[in-house]
């Protein structure tokens, strides 16, 4: 079992950076792939971005490549998303999972077995 915890949303302007970090429990974490979803109101929970268990491959939405960035730090059991040059159409609940270890990286919510409760990021124009 794993329990991620998201920190680091908030109010920003657009064309700031921000970072926000999953921290997760277990000892195996680094066998974990992970990724961040997002969902604003309104809308369907969207992938942004995942990094496989030995992270050496990441991948990203269209809508956030070249301006988001996902990394982990096993050691520390966590994971980051550095979102640069925020746009007003980023605002949305970020939500951080977890695939059961040592699977293929997805963009497929649905192959994500564990969550967490996410962490508002609200970008104003």
């Known amino acids: 079992q794993v329990q991620l915890t998201e920190s680091g949303g908030r109010l920003v302007q657009a064309g700031d950076s921000l970072r926000l970090s999953c921290a997760a429990s277990g000892r195996t974490f680094n066998s974990y792939p992970m990724a961040w979803f997002r969902q604003a109101p309104g809308e369907e929970r969207e992938f942004v971005a995942a990094?496989?268990?030995?992270?050496?491959?990441?991948f990203y939405a269209d809508s956030v490549k070249g301006r988001f960035t996902i990394s982990r730090d096993n050691a520390k059991n966590t994971v980051y998303l550095q979102m640069d040059s925020l746009k007003p159409e980023d605002t949305a609940v970020y939500f951080c999972a977890a695939q059961r270890p040592y699977r293929a990286s997805s963009r497929r919510s649905d192959d994500y077995n564990y969550w967490g409760v996410g962490t508002q990021v609200t970008v104003s124009s």
């Open positions: 990094i496989n268990w030995s992270r050496d491959s990441t």
